[in-house]
Every structure is written in structure tokens, then in C-alpha cells.
């Protein structure tokens, strides 16, 4: 069964930093990754994902990913962070398209002016 | 395209009684998940339905609850002794299955958050 980590439940950066948010996952194949963010009180909204091919993909709001193999990770990046991107943001892993896709706990963002 | 459109979207209630929260899920999507938000527990996947058939009702916490899909359009999520641990946001998410026009991407409600008091 496919499960995620991700292991900082809170991280503050200062606006303009640039910002890494970690995500390990299981699974025994390529699996289908994802990130996703959440506003206060609102649903979720997808970032990026990742099927196959190039292992660094680019996002919505200038955030990318890579996926690495090797370490079962897709770690999420922005160069810059913006006092906007104070968020809750989720890694999430599914099978296959159609497949039920499972969340990590989920990184909550904090921005410092 | 309305998006996925939950209901209540606010629901308080007693101990004991019955909850239905409600979806509809995006016109042509078929696949739907019912989740569960809290702060402990993070975002939990509850059951999904391919072509409104359960596919996966593991993560369903116990007989108190029940989803339904009797159609393309519309689902229920039951709880029914409601108790206080059952507080949470309950995500509806529906994503289109086919293989020619799946992008992965589930497209989620705003949400319903319950209180059992």
C-alpha cells in the first residue's frame, strides 16, 4: 500500500527566501505524485504532479518539484516565496489514474514579512 | 463548470444524532472521494466510487458510517450514531476517470465542517 511522509509539520521562512518542503513516500512502482495547497477554509488545489519523463516539474505560482527515485522523495521548491504562499501544502501519491490517492499530514507554511 | 459543490457547508449537532453531508461532484467526473480532515489525523481518505460503485471503503472508520452514490451526480456521507470525535471537515473530491482525459487531478469541494457536541 502506497503511504506518504512528510515530515516538518510547520516551517516558517521570511518573504523572498526560498523555501524546500519534503516529502518521502512507499511504494513499490512509479507512482503518481503530487502536491497540492490548501487556503484557510477552502479545498485543495493542485500545484504539480508528476507522471513519468522529465523528473523536475514546474507548478502554478513558480513552485517545481523533483522527483528522485533513489530517495523516494519529491521535495517541493520555490526560489522566492511570497506572503500569499503562507499555506497548508500536501504531497500526495496514487497507483494509477482512477486509483484512490493518498496525502501526507500535510507542511504548514508561515511567512515573515 | 460550478465545481464540486458540498453540503452543509456548516453542520452542529448533538451526540447521537444523524449527519448526512452531501456532493456533487463535477458534471462528467467519475471517480469520487469522501475524506476526512482533522488535526490530528491529517487529510484521510474515507471511500471512493468509480462510476458510483464503492471501490475502496477501507479507511471508512467504523459502522456508523455509510456513503452512497446513486447517481453520477450526487452522494451521501451518513453518520449515524453521530459522536464528538466524528468533528471534523469532511472533503468531497471528484476527478474524471478515463484514461483519454485524466489529468490526475482531483478537484476538490470547499468542504463540510462538522461539530458534534
Known amino acids: 500500500a502506497q503511504s506518504v511522509t512528510q515530515p516538518d509539520i510547520h516551517i516558517t521562512v521570511s518573504e523572498g527566501a526560498s523555501l524546500e518542503l519534503r516529502c518521502n513516500y512507499s511504494y513499490g512502482a512509479t507512482p503518481y505524485l503530487f502536491w497540492y495547497v490548501q487556503s484557510p477554509g477552502q479545498g485543495l488545489q493542485l500545484l504539480l504532479k508528476?507522471?513519468?519523463?522529465?523528473?523536475l516539474v514546474q507548478g502554478i505560482k513558480g513552485f517545481e518539484a523533483e522527483f528522485k527515485r533513489s530517495q523516494s522523495s519529491f521535495n517541493l521548491r520555490k526560489p522566492s516565496v511570497h506572503w500569499s504562499d503562507a499555506a497548508e501544502y500536501f504531497c500526495?501519491?496514487?497507483?494509477?489514474?482512477?486509483?484512490?490517492?493518498?496525502f501526507g499530514k500535510g507542511t504548514r507554511l508561515h511567512i515573515l514579512p | 463548470d460550478a465545481g464540486v459543490i458540498q453540503s452543509p457547508r456548516h453542520e452542529v449537532t448533538e451526540m447521537g444524532q444523524e449527519v448526512t453531508l452531501r456532493c456533487k461532484p463535477i458534471?462528467?467526473?467519475?471517480?469520487l472521494f469522501w475524506y476526512r480532515q482533522t488535526m490530528m489525523r491529517g487529510l484521510e481518505l474515507l471511500i471512493y466510487?468509480?462510476?458510483?460503485?464503492?471501490?475502496?471503503d477501507s479507511g471508512m472508520p467504523e459502522d456508523r458510517f455509510s456513503a452512497k452514490m446513486p447517481n453520477a451526480s450526487f452522494s451521501t456521507l451518513k453518520i449515524q450514531p453521530s459522536e464528538p470525535r466524528d468533528s471534523a471537515v469532511y472533503f468531497c473530491a471528484s476527478i474524471t476517470g478515463t484514461a483519454a482525459s485524466n489529468t490526475g487531478e482531483l478537484f476538490f469541494g470547499e468542504g463540510s465542517r462538522l461539530t458534534v457536541l
Open positions: 500526495a501519491v496514487g497507483a494509477r489514474l482512477g486509483d484512490k490517492i493518498i
Open positions: 508528476y507522471f513519468s519523463g522529465d523528473t
Open positions: 458534471s462528467g467526473h467519475n471517480s
Open positions: 466510487f468509480n462510476n458510483n460503485v464503492p471501490i475502496d
